[in-house]
């Protein structure tokens, strides 16, 4: 047989094409401003995880260029090498201090964190249980484990107990239990209370992926364990800079123990290089802005009411949505596409989820709340809503 080493290379892009499954790039012209250019268009950004508007803050921009002068634009190296500045020990006592925990680690980004740590913390002999509804750096992260994985059936207490039953039965030498804080699609929050109880029952390790949670949750935005007050029970407490937090790098906060252990296991913090100063240098400001700016999550939340309540009172249905991630639910994936694209048309950019990221008959828009709307950018997104909706008779 003559191979063709590189075909499929075409082939595939084809047929996701064809499904409609390939990615439409939109390309943004300029900062991602809650009122921006996108392809040409003016638009309002409704789709951005840049909840609290800090990646224009002026002392986040501020804080990257003086690191340029001070610090240069590369760290040259890898952490473990020659490439933790003392910015990057900064920025990780920041971290820990903002968390209220013992210690914290800095990653390029929170998917380098999930594929870095997770499989270091179980191996063969080990059990790793997992929300069917993880993002797909925790599915990464889990492939890349040799402990024996169980999906469990989404936020379902019931399903965890079963299956952290089975796996006590079976003898698992370790147990991790882990999960998304916040599920990105649906926006609902993980039971965080009950999951650290039945991980106290069967002595399981717990992992919340904050992505979505970081700079949202909590008291000031500090997450999920200061949501629930459960700090303490979570072993370790996942997050990102690149959402609500304006920048980019990953984060883990817990004990000194956890951090020990990460930082000189990590494969992906160990073998890839630091992140460049001003990046680091605007993290250490976004946190500065969080603990003593709390009107940018207050305005957060204000938005993600008005915004939740209207869209309901016209009838859409917003599913589990808990969070400033409120997906409309129109079911067909071609009736969200086209939706999306007379929002498009209506000033407003808000993107389209379907399957295989949504069940089939669960397509959505999926809206992203911003701190840096006003009343009247809500108000016209509303009326595109409202507009379309009856022209498409989704509502
Ligand atoms: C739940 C969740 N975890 C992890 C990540 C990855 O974070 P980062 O953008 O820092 O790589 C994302 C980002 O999409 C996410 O939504």
């Given at each position: 047989m003559k191979r063709d080493p590189v075909g499929f290379l075409k082939t595939e892009y084809e047929e996701l094409v064809a499904?409609?499954?390939?990615?439409k790039i939109r390309v943004v012209q300029g900062p991602s401003t809650p009122r921006l250019t996108v392809d040409g268009k003016k638009v309002i950004m409704?789709?951005?995880n840049n909840y609290l508007n800090l990646s224009n803050h002026p002392k986040l921009v501020e804080a990257a260029k003086k690191a340029l002068d001070t610090h240069g634009a590369g760290s040259g190296s890898v952490r473990a090498i020659a490439g933790t500045m003392d910015l990057h020990i900064e920025l990780e006592k920041r971290i820990a201090r903002f968390k209220k925990r013992e210690a914290a680690l800095y990653y390029q980004t929170g998917f380098a964190a999930n594929a870095g740590l997770i499989p270091q913390l179980v191996g063969e002999g080990d059990a790793i249980l997992t929300d069917e509804l993880n993002h797909g750096s925790i599915i990464d992260g889990v492939r890349l484990t040799k402990a024996k994985r169980y999906i469990y059936p989404h936020n379902d207490m019931a399903g965890l107990e079963n299956t952290l039953k089975q796996v006590d039965k079976e003898g698992a030498r370790r147990i991790l239990i882990v999960t998304d804080a916040v599920f990105s699609m649906d926006g609902d929050i993980a039971k965080a209370k009950e999951i650290c109880k039945l991980a106290e029952e069967y002595g399981a390790m717990t992992y919340f992926d904050d992505a979505h949670g970081e700079g949202v949750l909590g008291e000031g935005g500090r997450g999920i364990g200061s949501h629930f007050g459960i700090e303490d029970k979570i072993h370790v407490e996942m997050g990102t800079f690149s959402k609500a937090l304006g920048v980019v790098g990953g984060l883990i906060a817990g004990s000194k123990d956890l951090i020990n252990f990460a930082y000189n296991k990590s494969r992906t913090w160990l073998l890839s290089g630091s992140a460049p100063p001003a990046t680091v240098a605007s993290c250490i400001a976004a946190i500065d802005v969080l603990e003593t700016e709390p009107h940018h999550v207050q305005k957060l939340w204000e938005n993600t009411r008005y915004v939740r309540k209207e869209l309901q009172s016209m009838g859409y249905d917003t599913g589990n949505?808990?969070?400033?991630?409120i997906p409309v639910i129109l079911g067909r994936s071609d009736l969200a596409k086209q939706f999306s694209d007379m929002l498009f048309e209506e000033g407003v950019f808000a993107l389209p989820i379907v399957f295989p990221m949504v069940a089939r008959d669960k397509a959505r828009i999926r809206n992203i709340m911003?701190?840096?709307?006003?009343?009247?950018d809500l108000n016209e997104v509303l009326a595109a809503y409202e507009k379309i909706g009856k022209k498409l008779k989704a509502v």
């Open positions: 499904k409609a499954f390939d990615w409704f789709c951005s949505s808990e969070t400033p991630i911003n701190a840096g709307h006003t009343k009247d």
